[in-house]
């Protein structure tokens, strides 16, 4: 049986501008990432990663070729199919963390099941906040916390809902070295123990090694990939692909 | 410095729009009274002007009562054919005509209802030749006893043409007149304004109008060629000497003019109250927009100081931009004042048939626009202003989250400052009203100020009535979010609610107190009365009284008589009763001294609070200058609903309509109140004014007039209620802006339009609701305090308008839907991707 991928582009084109200014950043890009997988998508500055993320999570739009998550066509979807596409298919997570200051980190995390009206399964919260680790500061505001546990306090409301795929947007970038660590251990566990899809924009090495695949992007276009990456085989990969840029 | 002002001024267009905009309508409000009392004035003027056009002076007598507008109508003295032989006798002068016209002609229309004016007099004269600008339009003068001519837009209004038979009500009852003539005013006119004008052959005037043959009211005199109208007059005066005023014409329309210029003087100083509260609102939107500016640009501040910008460059910086919006919504706000002065200037004068003069811009609107606009955006940007002097360059540096201050200076000042308020009007009700209206001000500023520290606990329980949803959850913690702008956002819309609550607290503890003294105290079935207008109150035929007292059923009939008159050198009012015994059953009066029998004609029974003791002698000059003295017989115990001076039938000799203007009517147990009440209306048939109503009846028609008070009340504060919406909407606007990021995020994990909507509109039903909840508990706060101030004039107990106070709770959450829609649809449309970036 031939399993359908968590999410897909097909011939993806992206283009900024117009005239003179006009900037190409994805130009006929496909890909495809595969079910309980973790893949990274890396590439220098401006080579295209954070739009390919963007247009495959259905954010930003195409200018041709079409994205796929599951089953569901994204491209060509309205205002209303998008918030339904992203509240029931698909997780976030960010650079900057962003929870509500309002919440505290529990009601954070069931968030956008509460948005979707539905309770959340007792035994997947519990081990999604076991995993998490935050412990006695559930119920805490987001304030009170320290920037490792708010993007755990992330991550957490990422997975809650079990989406087909979660996007991270250098989830790391704002961490500091030990707490970075611990979200990408938490990141890779959730795909090794229970499954979990994710793709991962990022531009550290170290990050990109915790996946199981990592996509090189330069200038819009797919240029390489790796599978079971370590830190320094990304690096020379990285190497060669700004020596070339 | 000014150029990076200005620079920061333009980048924040809509917020300053906003602000502005507040300025703009007060301004306009302010400026716009100005216009419309200007030109009505100058209207006035010219009216007057031209009806004493043909007349070099004039002679009337020193007013018989002499009273200023505010405490009841002048009653103008009378002069005599003998004054008039002596002013034809003096040297300089060619022609005089005695002149009669007196309040209180009212014509029965063809509907066989009285024309009425809205309070402007219905004179009723004598013809005295086309003089005075007075043209026949049709038909002949009056040339017999049973003759009359009546002003054109009159005759439009009753419905009447020359040729028929039409009622008049004078100081005697209905007598009925052949129309012969219809007649206007030089310039095509109808009408001299709002009055009307029923004019008779002169001796029936003269006995009509002013009781008594031989009498006139004014003396109208041409001098002869060549004579200098000052010279007559003065030669006039010496002649005629004491108890006689002598004006030139000119003089004699100044005169008259300054009184119309008076009462325009004080309608103008209401509508300017109503600007002030629209203002007063406005400062707390002001000083909102630029509390919240100076919070957001922290950064850019700090960094302009860690570059060398002194404190005092900061404080002008942002008082620069203050400056600058004052001035373009002052500008603004005087043109649209402009607009909207002309506009009720013609709606004004087309309503009460005033020849427009012309719409001016006074120099007071210009002075008074701009002095507004501008004091009004710099008190409100003072304390942003220092604030803004107070960021610290450092935190140029650091990442500011500007720390959520502890709100304890700001409710202890709250608390005192209230507590001030408060005790200002406490003392203010017995003392000065302009000293209460200052503690109503002053607490209002203490409950803005409390209002920060009320809001977090309100908004928590308000909040719940939303929270079914998880956008109604959102929505109400964000309103909790910054108590501080909650808080002053809220005490805007507070400001008008509370004062209309107030008002309409004291006006429903008014009516109920009367209810209740009325249910208690007065034990008749029927009332026989009219509508009153201000000068002369509705009568009816004294003849009839016998009459009525033979109505199945009736058993008693106390007909009341009054009139204006100088009691003891002081203004007071006479009234008479046909059966005094009557009345103290009716309205459960007890004697204190004498006896409450019915006061021979020379005699007066008083209240215990007259201060006049059993055997005191009261001299009285009444208003037909007849002098009298009565000895008092009898004090009676002044009641809830009766009280003052009843004088013996002596008294109605001295009274310019000598006819009962009211009647209580008492029905034995078993009678047939319909039955009876048909009788009397049928006996009244010739008095349509008069309506026969049981209490309830009567008391409800006083309410509809306060509810109409009411009404206007409300219509004026309603562009107070308007700003309040305005900061809502600048508030929330603010709101989505601050918080575009997390806007993004709840639309990218799944929230939809409609949900993002609904939102941001329960944050603004919080505020709203909340300041309507505040608006109400300080307006119950302010009407019991007034209430309980004026428990020595009847008002008994605290009654709150409850129904009234349910729409305006209503209506604040209505107008947070309404103050929600732009800011929420601007919610709704964030690019979720620009969002999620946007730093």
Known sequence: MTMTP????????????TGEAQVQALRGVSAEFERGKYTAIMGPSGSGKSTLMHCLAGLDTVNAGTVYIGETQVTGLGDAGLTKLRREKVGFIFQQ???????????????????????????????????????????????????????????????????????????????????????????????????????????????????????????????????????????????????NA | MLRATLKSLLARKLRLILSGLAVLLGVMFVSGSFVLTDSLGRSFDNMFANSLSGTDVIVTADPAINVSEMEGEPVPGMLTSADLAAVRETTGVAQAIGDVQADGARVIGANGKVVATFGPP?????????????????????????????????????????????????????????????????????????????????PVAQKLMLGKEGKFTSISVTTAGGSDPVAVRDALKTKLGKGYVVQTGSEAAAAIASGFKEALDVFNKILLGFAGVALFVGIFLILNTFSIIVAQRTKELALSRALGASRGQMIGSVLVEAVVIGLIASVLGLAAGYGVGALLSQLFASFSEVQLAGVGLPLAAVISAFAVGLIVTIIAAIMPAIRASRVPPVAALQEVATPDRPLTKLTVSGAIITAIGSGLIAFGIAENVWLMFAGVLTAFIGVALLSAFLARPAVSVLGRVFSWSVPGKLGRLNSGRNPRRTAITAAALMVGIALVTGVNTIVTSAEKSLRGSVAEEFHAELIVSGQGSPGLQPTFDGTLLPRMKQVPGVTAVSAEYGDQAMIDGKPGWVSVNTDFPAAVKMFSLSPVAGSLAQPGPDEVIVDDDSGHHLSDVISVQHANGLQKTYTVTGVYKQGEIYGGMVFGSGAIEGMRQQLPSMAFVDLSDNANEAAARKSLEALLVDSPEMLVQNADEYLDAQSAETAQFLLMIQVLLGLAILIAVLGVVNTLALSVLERTRELGLLRAIGLGRMATMRMITVEAMVITVFGAALGLAVGVGLGTAVVRGLADEGLKEVVLPWEQMGIYLVLGAVVGVIAAILPAIRAARTNVLAAISYE
């Open chain 2, 122 to 202: 219905r004179f009723g004269g004598n013809w005295t030749g086309e003089v005075g600008g007075r043209e026949l339009r049709e038909g002949v003068a009056p040339s017999a006893a049973n003759e009359i001519v009546v002003n054109a837009a009159l005759a439009k209004k009753a419905g009447i043409k020359v040729g028929d038979q039409v009622g008049v009500l004078t100081t005697q009852p209905k007598q009925t007149f052949k129309l012969v003539g219809i007649f206007g005013y030089e310039g095509r006119l109808d009408s001299r304004g709002p009055v009307t004008e029923v004019l008779f052959t002169e």
């Open chain 1, 97 to 243: 963390f962003n929870l509500l200051p309002t919440l505290t980190a529990a009601e954070n995390i069931t968030l956008p099941l509460a948005i979707a009206g539905r309770q959340p399964d007792k035994a997947w919260y519990d081990t999604v906040i076991l995993t998490v680790g935050l412990g006695d500061r559930l119920h805490h505001r987001p304030s009170e916390l320290s920037g490792g546990q708010q993007q755990r306090v992330a991550c957490a409301r990422a997975l809650v809902s079990r989406p087909e795929v979660i996007f991270a947007d250098e989830p790391t970038g704002n961490l500091d070295s030990r707490s970075g660590t611990d979200v990408l251990n938490f990141l890779r566990d959730s795909v090794r123990q229970h499954g979990q899809t994710i793709v991962m924009v990022t531009h550290d090495p170290n990050a990109a090694s915790y996946a199981d695949r990592v996509v090189f992007l330069a200038d819009g276009e797919i240029v390489d990939e790796i599978l079971s990456p370590t830190a320094d085989s990304v690096l020379d990969r990285m190497k060669k692909l700004d020596r």
């Open chain 1, 6 to 17: 968590a999410a897909r582009a097909v011939e993806v084109w992206k283009v900024y501008g």
